[in-house]
């Protein structure tokens, strides 16, 4: 859920909702539509996007957060960056904390990760969004990743979270060319060496737009065959726009996943 008036997927919420469903009517509609967790977001990250303060970040996020926890039991995550941020967000009732940043987290998002015994993803990104698909170049894109992952996840053991509290997300669209985009989800197997569970949002990005020459709501079957490859290569989560449609994807891979010779 993007609470934000310039979300590259065109669904933010502060956009288009007005006089149409709320930011809890249109969370309510993922719910049902088979959602097993929320991610809200108050600040966009589409590439180019300007950061924007702390308090305008709560502003847009936390009564929502408030109301969801208060009326269902789903895990909520914040994306954000932001200590600030984070901690209104697990006051709120959040348990996850899903930073961009994670290959140079904050300390103080992660002592505050650890002291509310929070989930923490910890995504790939090189630069920040206003900066990250400037001068892309890799000399080894999956050792690169893995190595900065790694040493994300030893940041976090030092400070005292839980190995049980740490999801890795590879930022597909976060400082990367459409082939490493490719390569990643291709080679996502390689990720299981970090013992961690494996995060992917591939939904409706630009990639899928080049190799389609599609525009971003057109984008549903190239972003299904990107869930679908991600699960058979070892995502656990997979963060979607297009709930319904997804749920169908991810159900159907599981079952061939696990099916009983």
Do not use: W
């Not at 300390?107 to 993803?121: E, F, H, Q, S, T």
């Amino acid at each position: 859920m993007n609470i934000t008036p310039d979300s590259f997927s065109r669904d933010g919420l502060l956009a288009r909702n007005k006089g149409r469903l709320s930011a809890v009517a249109f969370a309510q509609k993922l719910i049902k539509e088979g959602a097993d967790l929320l991610d809200i977001g108050g600040e966009s990250s589409r590439p180019g996007a300007r950061a924007i303060s702390a308090d305008e970040e709560i502003r847009r996020i936390i009564p929502t957060i408030q109301k969801l926890a208060k009326q269902n039991t789903i895990p909520i995550s914040v994306d954000t960056y932001k200590p600030l941020v984070a901690r209104h967000a697990l006051d709120a009732g959040a348990g996850i904390v899903n930073n961009i940043m994670g290959i140079t987290p904050d300390k103080n998002l992660l002592k505050m990760a650890r002291n509310y015994d929070a989930v923490v993803i910890l995504m790939h990104m090189k630069g920040t969004p206003r900066t990250m698909q400037k001068n892309i170049h890799y000399k080894n894109l999956i050792k690169e990743i893995l190595a900065a992952l790694k040493n994300s996840i030893e940041n976090c053991l030092d400070i005292g979270i839980k190995s049980d509290r740490i999801v890795l997300d590879p930022g597909i669209g976060f400082a990367k060319t459409v082939r490493d985009n490719l390569e990643i989800i291709h080679r996502l197997a390689e990720f299981r060496k970090l013992k961690r569970p494996i995060l992917i949002g591939t939904s409706r990005k630009s990639f899928i737009g080049q190799i389609l020459n599609k525009e971003v709501n057109d984008r549903v079957l190239g972003t299904a065959a990107t869930v679908c490859a991600s699960i058979l290569g070892g995502a656990h989560i997979v963060r979607v726009h297009d709930v319904a449609a997804m749920k169908e994807v991810a159900s159907v891979t599981d079952a061939i996943l696990n099916i009983d010779y």
